[in-house]
């Protein structure tokens, strides 16, 4: 079946940075799009940053220029490079995928804070 399993989160002080995987297994990665989400404590999911199987990609306007998107297909995984990060950037990120249903992982919190 369909799985997503994000990894690397954790705490970071502002300015700082972290990479994000999310592996993906159950379906023919490199045929699909992928997109990051996040979530943060009481707002709605909204949408990160997305690459298709051609590798073009396209962000949040919030994220452009410090967030890196990018894929592995050799190893059915998807990264997040995530630099200059921002308190406002705290959320639980998820990663997804559309197939004939939209799947999700479970979500691997960021917390940026000082």
């Known amino acids: 079946q369909v799985r997503l399993v994000e990894s690397g989160g954790g705490l970071v002080q502002p300015g700082g940075s972290l990479n994000l995987s999310c592996a993906a297994s159950g379906f023919p990665f490199s045929n699909y799009a992928m997109s990051w989400y996040r979530q943060a404590p009481g707002k709605e999911r909204e949408w990160v940053a997305d690459?298709?199987?051609?590798?073009?990609?396209t962000y949040a306007d919030s994220v452009k220029g410090r967030f890196t998107i990018s894929r592995d297909n050799a190893k059915n995984t998807v990264y997040l490079q995530m630099s200059s990060l921002k308190p406002e950037d705290t959320a639980a990120y998820y990663c997804?995928?559309?197939?004939?249903?939209?799947?999700w992982g479970q979500g691997t919190q960021v917390t940026v804070s000082s």
């Open positions: 690459i298709y199987s051609n590798f073009r990609n």
């Open positions: 997804k995928v559309i197939l004939h249903s939209m799947y």
